[in-house]
């Protein structure tokens, strides 16, 4: 796993330079510089779900909210706030018996999944206090293609009647390979979202021999359509510059098809087929804090693809990007002036648009409009 945490500058001013590049719908998202830019009331992936187990208590940090998570003893995944709401003290340093934590202050006991007070050991039958009206803050929490998943609802606010379901990566046959990776970049989450669906940097950054080269660059035609919370780049026949293409269409004579959707707060899905096989992955990058993101990459598979083949290449890429987000955050320390432009950075645009979008129906609770008005052709070398 690929790990390296690095400083960078505060969110607000990349996100503001983004937005003047924008456009108009990026432009009325003045709401997302009064926050930290994060999307909340979406399901975020906190931990593998293999780093739980036992009685053992994990921490980790999604849209800066300190978790706590664990496992009760019938195997269902919990996470709470890692703070406890007496005085504050981490409850990760407590105990957990497969039930309740107990805070390592005073002793106060938490239900594991509902957060609930069971328990305050220094009250005496004089004490009136409602122990059982007493909740740790805890989110909602689902488990699903090797992740336990938290629903992050935003302070103060109502869960939904019905939460969605948690992301389920898309498979095609009972028997495939799986893997998963995961590379954290210094940056604001919409840096990495849009790094992460930008098509012009393939040649430069990930260079070589079986994948692109400078020389390989031409020009391209990508059809996009949107879909509820996102959009699609309709189903093509993948770039004829990738060897491992060629070689896949050779193979089952079929043809290749790819299909890549982008959906808010940040996923995109690739599914690729051709005839009986198939390849399928999902790339998220979830907000840690307001300077650091993680990509979680999971992919499966039922080509004649060995794991440790895939990983080697994978990583490889996950690396080069890694690498490219650091120099980048130290170029946005000094706050630039930022560019978005036509047509390779559409995806971007229309990230942006989305995301003021989907606020400002929250806030009016009116219907999302989505910022593209129907199918579109977009055009660049790459
Ligand atoms: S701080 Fe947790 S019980 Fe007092
Ligand atoms: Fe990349």
Redesign the pocket.
């Known amino acids: 796993m690929l790990r390296r945490v690095l400083r960078c500058e505060a969110m607000s001013e990349t996100v503001r330079s983004l937005m003047q590049a924008g456009g108009a719908a990026a432009r009325d998202a003045s709401a997302l510089e009064n926050d930290l830019g994060f999307l909340w009331d979406f399901w975020y992936p906190a931990v593998r779900s293999t780093t739980v187990s036992g009685q053992q208590l994990v921490t980790a940090m999604l849209l800066e909210v300190p978790l706590v998570l664990g496992r009760t003893s019938e195997g269902k995944a919990f996470a709470m706030r890692d703070s ?1 709401p ?4 981490p409850l990760s340093h407590g105990r957990f018996d497969g039930k309740a934590v107990e ?6 006991r938490f239900e594991a999944c509902s957060g609930q007070c069971v328990e305050i050991p220094s009250l005496t039958s004089q004490d009136k206090l409602k122990v059982e009206r007493i909740f740790a803050g805890h989110y909602p929490c689902g488990e699903r293609d090797g992740y336990i998943w938290v629903y992050m609802n935003a302070a103060g606010s109502r869960l939904p009647e019905t939460i969605p379901e948690t992301p389920k990566l898309s498979v095609f046959s009972e028997k495939y390979r799986i893997t998963h990776l995961a590379c954290e970049l210094p940056s604001h989450v919409d840096q990495g979202i849009i790094g992460l669906m930008d098509p012009a940097h393939g040649p430069f950054v990930h260079q070589s021999w079986y994948w692109r080269s400078r020389r390989s660059i031409h020009e391209k035609e990508k059809k996009f359509e949107p879909i509820p919370h996102g959009f699609r780049m309709s189903p093509h026949t993948p770039s004829s510059n990738s060897a491992p293409y060629r070689m896949l269409q050779k193979y089952t004579g079929a043809p290749v098809t790819t299909t890549i959707d982008f959906v808010l707060p940040n996923m995109r899905t690739e599914e690729i087929r051709s005839g009986k096989l198939w390849f399928s992955s999902r790339a998220t990058v979830t907000p840690v804090r307001r300077d650091l993101c993680r990509i979680d990459f999971v992919a499966a598979w039922n080509l004649f693809l060995p794991v440790w083949i895939f990983r080697m290449f994978a990583e490889r890429f996950l690396r080069q990007d890694q690498k490219t987000m650091i120099l980048q955050a130290e170029g946005l320390k000094h706050n630039p002036r930022l560019m978005l432009i036509d047509d390779a950075d559409r995806p971007a645009k229309w990230y942006f648009g989305l995301k003021a979008n989907l606020l400002e129906s929250r806030r009016t609770g009116g219907a999302m409009e989505h910022p593209m008005d129907g199918p579109v052709s977009l055009h660049w070398r790459s």
Do not use: E, V
């Open positions: 406890c007496h005085r504050g003290i805070c390592s202050y005073h002793g106060w």
